[in-house]
């Protein structure tokens, strides 16, 4: 349908309308003469318009006003443009130190929080991980420490001499002869030296809850209960073996409140040890060991509360080639947590150990068979005889007379204050095997029994040392006889190693920064005694030590 001539025209009064709102948006742009004619064509337009009738003279008017307003909006926005910048500065070169300058500004306001969200990025989609380092990389944590000590070891003025047998240098010599001015034990020269320790050690996660975990550690080899290593050898490099070396399975439920903890090979304490009455804390185990343990009262989440466990293992101490009578130990341990309060805890375990097969038997005369029922490592304290049946000291070897089945009680009340803790313990142990009669049959003496240990303990302060400034304090009294446990694997620091000792320990540590800690410690003890030929002579020992203690 063709346009009406008033259509056409209206939409040509439209269009000249925008041609003038244009025309005044670009005012500052054209030419003055530009403008004039585009105005005059628009005011005779509207007055050919309004004499035609197809406007009236108020239509054009409103119209003309309409233009003329948009026009003055459109001036005082580009006037309002043109005074913002009239103050700038447009600088067409830059020099270099005020890049420099601009650069560390810029650099400085944003350095933090880039850092931290590229870090954040980077942890969490372990970049540089990938392609360039293998999966099980990052199940691998090293762990190790570091410890410088100063000892003095002081002997009592009242020490006898000469009748402390050093057995174990009797043993590896072949005789009290053979071992010469070692035959003896050190019972009254004081003794001032520096000693070192250091173990470096490697966990590493294999997938299904298994892991492995292996240790290095300095000290002698031929002790099982310590990793010192004495300084003054003339610069000579220390020796270091392995320590642990084991194969872990842990499996854990989803609620975390049931767990399997399986050791098969070298690895640390199975049991739980409030203190070192029976095992000293340097002591790693050899052979196989199980805890199951589950958790009542779901008391952190975070972890597993072992409120419930069992613990039970079977450690070869010797294998003998040419007899089947191995040396072993049995062991199992019944325990739990009891969570009370707001953070306190008591803790109470019942463990039984059962050696077999480390008493000595008697040679016939110029036989050597049984010579493999002596002990391999020996401290001091154990009742011994000679099992060569020889006439003088030219070829005497040493072994334990009497059994060893050892029922052992533990308990441990913690109180937690904020983050001071305040730790009551107490131990007792006892020797089951030990049988009089037993004894005199195979040494030919009537030996009294000497079978029972305890100590009880106060620990004052923080559970553990991570800071500056962090302490604890704790002081103990132990009484352990002659044969309450093997001496081979007790405390090597309270009297100097072994059995047949009672006294006090007191110590405080303190900590100087997230993994170094200072440690004192004074320990005093003498023998047991008694009125019996086979009772030990007077031998009191203090022992001071001062440590630098540095973990990761």
């Not at 233009?67 to 459109?74: G, I, V, Y």
């Not at 409030?274 to 199951?292: Q, R």
């Not at 029922?373 to 003088?392: E, H, M, V, W, Y």
């Not at 009669?437 to 030996?447: A, H, K, N, W, Y």
């Amino acid at each position: 349908m063709r346009p009406t001539m008033r259509q056409s025209v209206l939409h040509l009064a439209v269009s000249a309308t925008l041609l003038a709102a244009s025309s005044s948006a670009c005012a500052q742009s054209s030419e003055a003469r530009g403008l004039e004619e585009v105005r005059n064509t628009v005011v005779n337009l509207l007055e050919a318009l309004v004499q035609k009738g197809v406007m009236t003279k108020e239509q054009a008017e409103q119209m003309v006003a309409a233009a003329q307003s948009k026009a003055a909006a459109d001036a005082k926005t580009r006037a309002d443009s043109t005074g913002d910048e009239s103050n700038a500065v447009r600088v067409t070169y830059v020099p270099e130190i005020v890049r420099q300058q601009i650069s560390e500004q810029v650099s400085a306001s944003i350095k933090d929080d880039v850092t931290r969200q590229v870090t954040a990025q980077a942890q969490a989609e372990g970049w540089g991980v990938p392609g360039a380092l293998p999966e099980w990389i990052k199940g691998v944590r090293v762990y190790g420490d570091v410890r410088a000590r100063a000892q003095s070891d002081l002997f009592a003025s009242d020490n006898v001499t000469g009748q402390y047998v050093n057995f174990l240098a009797v043993n590896d010599s072949g005789g009290i002869d053979e071992a010469g001015e070692n035959a003896f034990i050190n019972t009254s020269e004081d003794r001032y030296r520096m000693v070192g320790r250091v173990r470096l050690g490697m966990t590493a996660q294999l997938g299904n809850s298994f892991a492995a975990d292996l240790r290095l550690a300095s000290g002698n080899a031929r002790t099982a209960v310590s990793t010192n290593q004495t300084l003054g050898n003339y610069g000579g490099r220390w020796s270091v073996d392995v320590d642990k070396a084991a194969v872990l399975w842990n499996p854990i439920n989803a609620a975390r409140d049931r767990e399997i903890d399986l050791r098969f090979g070298r690895f640390a304490n199975p049991f739980l040890v409030n203190n070192e009455l029976i095992w000293d804390s340097d002591l790693t185990f050899e052979g196989v060991s199980a805890t199951y343990a589950l958790d009542l009262f779901g008391a952190d989440p975070a972890r597993m509360e072992r409120s419930l466990f069992l613990t039970v293992g079977a450690f070869p101490l010797q294998e003998v080639e040419l007899s089947s009578d191995d040396k072993w130990l049995y062991a199992a341990q019944l325990g739990g947590e009891l969570p009370f309060g707001s953070a306190h805890r008591l803790r109470l375990a019942l463990a039984y150990y059962d050696y077999e097969n480390i008493t000595g038997v008697r040679n016939t005369v110029d036989s050597n068979v049984f010579d493999f029922t002596a002990p391999r490592f020996l401290q001091k304290g154990n009742t011994l005889f000679d099992i060569r049946s020889t006439s003088d000291n030219s070829g005497n070897l040493f072994a334990l007379a009497g059994k060893y089945r050892m029922a052992n009680a533990t308990l441990q009340l913690d109180l937690g204050f904020g983050n001071t803790h305040v730790v009551l313990g107490a131990d007792y142990v006892t020797n089951l095997g030990w049988d009089t009669q037993d004894v005199l049959e195979r040494t030919g003496f009537r030996i009294d029994e000497r079978t029972d240990g305890y100590e009880a303990s106060v620990t004052v302060g923080r559970t553990s040392i991570t800071d500056l400034w962090q302490w604890r304090a704790f002081v103990l009294y132990r009484y352990l006889e002659r044969d309450a446990v093997l001496d081979a694997f007790a405390d090597s620091d309270f009297h100097l190693g072994g059995t047949d000792a009672k006294g006090y320990q007191l110590g405080f540590d303190l900590g100087l920064a997230r993994g170094t800690w200072l440690r004192l410690r004074y320990l005093t003890a003498n023998e047991i005694g008694g009125n019996s030929m086979f009772d030990s002579p007077p031998l009191g020992i203090d022992v001071w030590q001062l440590d630098l203690n540095g973990q990761f």
